[in-house]
């Protein structure tokens, strides 16, 4: 009987909870840890900036936010293991504010066991039998957060031959053989297995301070003292890899955003919501899967000396099945303020009566030297001067408009966003910033004059946050320009790092205000004029992450405004509009989005019959070469035969990136906005 044909079959698991290893005896709390528990929750009571009640109620959601951190496929724990520590949904507090971690530690040791026997048990079925079969109707569920805890063994058996199947399946489709599927999966699974026996106490309690932590919120985080160490080297810009933020998506490490100017960004082969799947090292032929391998564990793989070279195999944010992989390289580097510089350039644009020249300006950070600055260096470099130097330069070249390109900027000093509005404003209040205690300050630009007051738009897309939000929030309450592209990420909030007596804690202190009195958090800010956007909004953005604080308002400040885009902004979407419609790149985004969105609905389970897999995947990878084609023939480029070429001809010199129709556009309706306020200004003089 072959291996798949037994999925009715239950196999015991001898012995689970008789015998605990010697590692999972070792799996015991440190009174430093104890002490360091007690301490997080004084720092979330008295320091966090929402108030913070540590009671039954929170550890009910700490118990189930702990649950999820440890089994969040339920593919693991039974029923009868989670009725059997219910206990902790109303002693979560107490663990903490006692640093009482016994039964908080011996859940762990609970899922410990279950884990190690079930990779013994998968390691086992691949000895017992390797006669793969693929004809059955089974389908395997993606996505089991919302499913019930299993009643026996048997059922996680019948998941687990599932999943076994559909990773041999991935493989197959992907072109191994049937020695080099067993191959790979036990290599999977021996690591797996190796990387759970080597699990210590200190990872067992930073898995426990995960829970406490993002049950309050998303950016509020336990640092122990070997993340403290890398957290403090990625502050000091000195650590060396490929410059991407990467994130946990359940068992795999997905790119949640590329640093600019990084390595990852100039090689031009990772997007956000790419998910990696293996890792290897140039002098290294085998790669390292890790798929279910800890994010940390990752990131070390990942990391590496300056001009060393590492591969990983990638599944695009856009294919429809895992088996859509493909290997890239990056040359491992650091960041330089140079690489993060602000950049200008002219964009022409040929209309009826000649031709018009806008500026457009890309700030891919909010960066400043803190060292030169701190030292009294009269040149140091900072994204307020840059931005300064090249609004000059543009104004000389006599562009009739400005846009600022503010897609991905993920934020950073705070004080350059204040900065840099002020070269666009004539003194004023720029951002309100709400602390614990309800006191708020008033951020500001305090020079008189501007160094730009002519037509002005602004950029953004779902991954500009923090610092970025500030600065269009505060352009678009102004009035003093447009805001376009798609409603930014909505991070609101401001953290802090303070020390333990073991280890670190990242808290969030504070809440920006735009203002009007509007928060960004949550929401984020939502621009004038939408355009399309490949970036799912439920996967990548605040609103997509657990307990992320809520939108809501103070009290607006008094500030004047420096025009009413508003009043023409049916007119400019109508323009917008009918040049969209024939914009090959723009219809490409619209549409490519909806199927984007409409996949995603659909691609709930995965066949396990391997035609109808293929049938499935070819059906969707059609319709996603069509579209690919259909923009390649009105852009007059040669069509694709593979839709898993796409990325390979996006970097090819004959086609412009898609996304670059977005600032293109973006000078267009500044364009038209300029016109039409002139006009406007014009008729009031009269």
């Known amino acids: 009987m072959s291996l798949f044909a037994t999925l009715g079959r239950s196999v015991a698991l001898v012995g689970l909870l008789m015998v605990a290893t010697a590692a999972q ?31 039954n109620a929170w550890s009910r959601r700490a118990f189930e936010r702990y649950l999820d951190i440890l089994d969040g496929q339920r593919a693991y724990l039974l029923r009868e293991d989670v ?17 009482d971690l016994d039964r908080v530690f011996a859940l762990y040791r609970r899922h410990h066991e279950r884990t190690e026997s079930r990779l013994e048990w998968l390691l086992a ?70 990387r759970v026996r080597q699990t210590e106490a200190e990872d067992v309690f930073g898995l426990f301070m995960a829970a406490v932590t993002s049950s309050i919120d998303p950016h509020s985080e336990y640092l122990s003292p070997r993340q403290g160490e890398s957290f403090d080297i990625q502050m000091r810009l000195s650590l060396e890899g490929i410059g991407a933020l990467l994130q946990a998506d359940g068992e795999y490490v997905k790119i ?36 279910g391998m800890r994010l940390d564990n990752v990131v070390d793989l990942i990391r590496g000396p300056k001009g060393s070279v590492v591969r990983l195999d990638v599944v695009p944010a856009q294919a429809v099945d895992m088996t859509r992989s493909k290997v890239v390289e990056i040359t491992r580097d650091t960041v330089s303020l140079e690489d993060q510089a602000a950049k200008g350039e002219v964009i022409e644009i040929e209309r009826d009566d000649g031709v018009h ?7 891919p950070t909010f960066y400043v030297d803190f060292d030169a600055w701190q030292a009294g260096e009269e040149d140091y470099r900072s994204t307020t001067r840059d931005v300064a130097r090249e609004v000059e330069r543009l104004k000389e070249e006599g562009v009739e408009g400005i846009v600022l ?17 002020g070269l666009f404003i004539d003194r004023g209040p720029t951002v309100q910033v709400r602390d614990a205690r309800g006191r708020i300050s008033l951020y500001g630009d305090t020079e008189t004059g501007t160094v730009y007051d002519g037509p002005l738009g602004v950029l953004v897309n779902r991954l500009s946050a923090s610092a970025s939000e500030i600065f269009a929030g505060a352009i678009q309450d102004y009035g003093r320009g ?125 066949s396990l019959n391997r035609e109808q897999r293929q049938r499935e995947v070819a059906d969707q990878e059609a ?64």
């Open 25 to 55: 005896a070792a799996l015991q709390p440190t009174e430093a840890q104890r002490q360091a528990a007690v301490e997080v929750a004084e720092s979330l009571r008295y320091g966090h900036y929402d108030d913070v009640s540590l009671d």
């Open 83 to 99: 009725e059997a520590f219910r206990d902790l949904e109303s002693t979560m507090d107490d663990a903490l504010f006692d640093g």
């Open 125 to 194: 079925r691949l000895d017992e039998d390797t006669t793969f079969r693929f004809d059955t109707d089974l389908r395997l569920e993606l996505e089991r957060e919302d499913a019930a805890w299993a009643d026996s063994q048997a059922e996680l058996d019948e998941l687990w031959l599932k999943r076994l199947k559909n990773a041999a399946l991935a493989q197959e489709i992907s072109g191994q053989d049937d020695d080099q599927v067993v191959s790979n999966l036990r290599q999977r699974y021996e690591g797996q297995l190796s």
């Open 256 to 291: 949640s955003s590329l640093v600019p100017g990084g390595p990852a960004e100039r090689a031009g082969v990772l997007e956000p919501a790419d998910r990696i799947i293996a890792v290897g090292q140039e002098d290294e032929e085998e790669m390292v899967n890790v798929v």
């Open 357 to 363: 020249r806008i500026g457009a300006i890309t700030i």
């Open 405 to 421: 390109d503010l897609r991905n900027n993920g934020g950073g000093a705070l004080q350059e966003a204040n900065s840099l509005i």
């Open 482 to 606: 447009l805001v376009v592209g798609n409603s930014t990420f909505g991070k609101g909030t401001v953290q802090t790092l303070n020390e333990l007596s073991h280890g670190q804690i990242k808290l969030t202190r504070a809440k920006f205000y735009r203002i009007s009195g509007e928060s960004t958090q949550h929401r984020g800010v939502k621009p004038d004029i939408i355009f399309p956007s490949l970036v799912d909004p439920e996967m990548i953005g605040e609103s997509a992450l657990d307990n992320a604080l809520e939108w809501d308002t103070v009290r607006a400040v008094q500030y004047r405004t420096y025009g009413e885009p508003w009043q023409f902004l049916e007119t400019l979407k109508d323009r917008h509009r009918t040049r969209a419609d024939e914009l090959p790149n723009f219809r490409y985004l619209e549409r490519q989005a909806e199927l984007a969105k409409r996949m995603r609905e659909q691609t709930t389970s995965v």
């Open 623 to 686: 319709e996603q070469l069509a579209l690919e084609n259909q923009r390649r023939l009105a852009l007059g480029l040669d069509p694709l035969e593979e839709w898993i070429d796409v990325r390979d001809e996006e970097a090819d010199d004959e086609d412009e990136p898609v996304d670059r129709v977005q600032v293109l556009e973006a000078a267009q309706i500044l364009l038209d906005y300029a016109q039409l306020n002139g006009s406007y200004r014009l008729a009031n003089r009269d």
